[in-house]
């Protein structure tokens, strides 16, 4: 399976501000979705991110507020703007490696807390 | 909006009985993953069943699907306190929509 990281693991933030995450994966990969999961909740999907283009974003999420970029087959970037302690949550992406296989890897998350 | 619901949102078993969590779904499907979770971390995949199957074994864990019914069940035989963790099932609508709809998830806490 494939091998995810995310940096940063976890983050402490100012409201009003905005943070970067990356997602860098071992190999090229078919697809890339980031979700949220707020606090004792579940995952929700908020995009999948395409490469080269624009993200397809979920009912409720924008892009002013989660821009995303995936510049090549192995990496993705999702931007948390103008927070708000609303945006508390771990945010994790995921990839689903294609070649026949639909099975989709999380990476470890990231903790984002937001005051 | 929530695909699933998972039964029971909390379980609390001794070491080495089985757990049994059951998920049910809303539309048709591709296949249904389940997924573990320790203490809000990342998710770690146990199994992917097909809606074209009805069982899967891995380990101690086994899946069942029964899409008539659009559900599923995780089974974990002879649990152990390092299988304490929430446990999720997602489902995908298929190829071209391989996006993943969550469940409410599970707690299991396995008592030594």
């Known amino acids: 399976s494939a091998v995810i990281s995310q940096k940063p693991s976890r983050d402490i933030c100012q409201r009003g501000t905005s943070l970067t995450i990356q997602c860098q994966v071992d190999?090229?990969?078919?697809?890339m979705f980031w979700y949220r999961q707020q606090p004792g909740q579940s995952l929700t999907l908020i995009a999948t991110a395409n490469q080269g283009s624009e993200a397809t974003y979920e009912s409720g999420f924008v892009i002013d507020k989660f821009p995303i970029s995936r510049p090549n087959l192995t990496f993705s970037t999702l931007t948390v703007s103008n927070m708000s302690p609303e945006d508390s949550s771990i945010y994790l992406c995921?990839?689903?490696?294609?070649?026949?296989?639909?099975?989709?890897?999380f990476g470890p998350g990231t903790r984002l807390t937001v005051l | 909006s929530q695909q699933g619901e998972e039964d029971p949102q909390a379980l609390s078993i001794q070491e080495g009985e089985n757990a049994t969590m059951n998920c049910s779904y809303k539309?048709?499907?591709?296949?249904l993953q389940w997924y573990r979770q320790n203490s809000g971390r990342g998710l770690v995949h146990l199994i992917l069943i097909r809606s074209n199957e009805r069982e899967k074994h891995s380990g101690r864990l086994r899946v069942t699907l029964d899409t008539s019914k659009k559900s599923s069940s995780l089974l974990i035989t002879a649990s152990r306190a390092a299988d304490t963790a929430s446990y999720f099932c997602?489902?995908?609508?298929?190829?071209?929509?391989?996006?993943?709809?969550f469940g409410t998830g599970t707690r299991l806490t396995i008592i030594p």
């Open positions: 190999s090229q990969v078919t697809m």
């Open positions: 995921s990839v689903i490696q294609g070649g026949g296989t639909d099975t989709q890897y």
């Open positions: 539309t048709s499907i591709n296949n």
């Open positions: 997602a489902t995908a609508l298929g190829i071209g929509n391989e996006k993943l709809t």
